[in-house]
């Protein structure tokens, strides 16, 4: 059986990282589903998914990692071609993806104790984003 749902978030933009666990748990409890799968995507280009201890200093030292692979100094041709300024963006988010997979038991998240998911939002104003959840279990 395959159920959809979208989450709506409003972000900060820039590097915002949002902790999305119970809003992916609250969206499997409505589905009915037992076991499974929830792949979960990010329509767009300067967004993505992962999992992470969600705790500040975690928060940080992503942060710190993103300006050090991608930093906002750099030239990027994406900016010469286009000119909307997030060149950085789109590099960032691309070496995430747009993209995550977690499976679920008994109508639970299979995660490890301080394991989250988290969604970042690389453009470089705050926007508001849309999240497809796609459940297949049964």
Same mark, same amino acid.
């Given at each position: 059986m395959v159920r959809k749902?979208?989450?709506?978030l409003n972000?900060?933009?820039d590097g915002?990282?949002?902790e999305i666990t119970g809003q992916v748990q609250g969206a499997l409890a409505r589905t009915g589903l #037992?076991?499974?799968a929830v792949v979960l995507f990010v329509p767009g280009a300067t967004g993505a998914l992962t999992t992470l201890e969600h705790e500040p200093g975690a928060v940080k030292d992503m942060a710190t990692l993103f300006e050090r692979v991608a930093p906002r100094a750099?030239?990027?041709e994406?900016?010469?071609?286009?000119g909307d300024g997030n060149? #950085?963006?789109h590099v960032r988010a691309a070496l995430f993806g747009p993209s995550l997979?977690?499976?679920?038991e008994d109508g639970r998240l299979i995660l490890g104790r301080w394991q989250r998911i988290i969604f970042i939002d690389f453009d470089t104003r705050p926007r508001s984003r849309e999240l497809v959840l796609q459940f297949l279990g049964e």
């Open positions: 749902e979208i989450v709506t972000t900060k933009g915002d990282v949002v #037992r076991q499974g750099a030239e990027y994406h900016d010469r071609t286009i060149g #950085r963006a997979t977690v499976p679920f």
